[in-house]
């Protein structure tokens, strides 16, 4: 079966530092991966998707940046973090079309 | 107006109730509907894919209708454990559009 990772689970980070967060899924080849904010309160806002190693697309203009090094691998970074950064970011894989996405459990960052 | 939108909530209701949740979307093209549930401060988590011509899994239902774009989740005899934020989920191309959610709080 297949099974989705994200670290680290909480982030406390001060303004202006750097940001790496990562996710990986097992147990599928070539996935769709995606990356969500949600911010407290409120819906969940796509930020970046990939169809495939190294193709990114951006939702959402900002100071993020999102990689796929790797088929399984899904990394979201931030060269500097702003205050309104802070938020619930989430990982997503699925088959791709119309088949529904499954969540990673989560990164809880605060910006201080 | 936003793309999907749902009841605004929250709903309280006893245990072993009846409880309806709306949901409707703006664009015509969308082909692919679910509702997932969300417990506080966890992840998304797929509870239904709804179909045409309406599902059912155990206590719960799910019904769409094109010519209205409105979908509906129906649970019936609540558990607590049903307490969550439920979001529904239009589906154009591949784009996943995510409604607001609606909170449910299941009293005993």
């Known amino acids: 079966s297949q099974t989705i990772h994200q670290w680290p689970a909480t982030l406390v980070q001060p303004v202006g530092s750097p940001l790496s967060l990562e996710c990986t899924v097992e147990?599928?080849?070539?996935?769709?991966l995606y990356w969500y904010r949600q911010a407290a309160g409120r819906g969940l806002q796509l930020l970046f998707y990939s169809v495939g190693i190294g193709q990114i697309s951006s939702e959402v203009p900002q100071n993020l940046s999102a990689s796929r090094p790797q088929d399984r691998q899904f990394i979201l970074s931030s060269k500097k973090l702003l205050l309104s950064d802070s938020g619930f970011y989430l990982c997503?894989?699925?088959?791709?079309?119309?088949?529904?996405?499954?969540f990673g459990d989560g990164t809880r960052l605060s910006i201080l | 107006r936003k793309e999907v939108e749902q009841d605004p909530g929250p709903f309280n209701v006893p245990e072993g109730a009846t409880v309806a949740f709306n949901c409707t979307y703006s664009?015509?093209?969308?082909?692919?509907f679910f509702w997932y549930r969300q417990d506080c401060r966890k992840e998304p988590k797929l509870l239904m894919s709804v179909y045409s011509s309406g599902n059912e899994d155990g206590r719960f239902t799910a019904q769409l209708n094109r010519a209205s774009q409105y979908i509906s989740l129906l649970i019936r005899d609540s558990k607590l454990s049903d307490s969550a934020t439920y979001l529904c989920?239009?589906?154009?191309?591949?784009?996943?559009?995510f409604g607001p959610g609606t909170r449910l709080s299941v009293l005993p």
């Open positions: 989920v239009v589906v154009r191309g591949q784009n996943f559009v």
């Open positions: 147990g599928t080849s070539n996935p769709n």
């Open positions: 997503a894989w699925s088959w791709g079309g119309d088949q529904p996405q499954h």
């Open positions: 664009n015509s093209a969308s082909q692919s």
